[in-house]
């Protein structure tokens, strides 16, 4: 039987430039920063998906190959992966995603807007560490106890 590695992400602080957030994986010993859209009710497009645990499992697309969240309610093609801003861009702020999530080594601004830096880098080595590998993701709130 295969092992399902385990994925931590705690949601630290929302604005409307975005979600900041720290994930971890604690039986590979890698940690980083999140950035996700703003809550926005799951909308497609322009929120974050529900707290919650989700299976995860590597997507190769001519685009990119990368981690996918799966069973995510109402919602469909949420990936990790790399980038610098997830605001809601109805309120002018820029995005590189919809509804999906960025990581990198840290956080910081970019031309006035809050963003995850050094992101190719870090999605590259967690997807090296995570090789292909079986994994669920349990996302939380800050405060919140995971199960």
């Not at 994925?7 to 590979?28: H, I, K, M, N």
């Not at 970019?110 to 292909?132: D, E, I, P």
Request: proline share 4%; glycine share 8%.
């Amino acid at each position: 039987m295969e092992k399902t590695i385990t994925t931590y992400l705690t949601r630290l602080r929302q604005t409307d430039q975005g979600t900041e957030g720290f994930l971890t994986v604690p039986a590979l010993g890698f940690a980083c920063f999140t950035l996700e859209l703003p809550w926005r009710e799951n909308r497609p497009c322009v929120s974050s998906i529900p707290p919650g645990t989700y299976s995860m499992a590597w997507r190769v697309t001519r685009r990119r190959s990368t981690y996918h969240i799966r069973n995510v309610p109402k919602r469909s093609y949420i990936l990790i992966h790399s980038g610098n801003y997830a605001g809601d861009i109805h309120k002018g702020f820029k995005t590189h995603v919809e509804g999906c999530v960025l990581l990198g080594k840290r956080m910081g601004w970019l031309n006035g807007q809050r963003a995850v830096l050094v992101s190719r880098s870090t999605v590259r080595q967690f997807n090296k560490l995570m090789a292909g590998q079986n994994a669920r993701i349990i996302i939380t709130e800050a405060g919140e106890a995971s199960t």
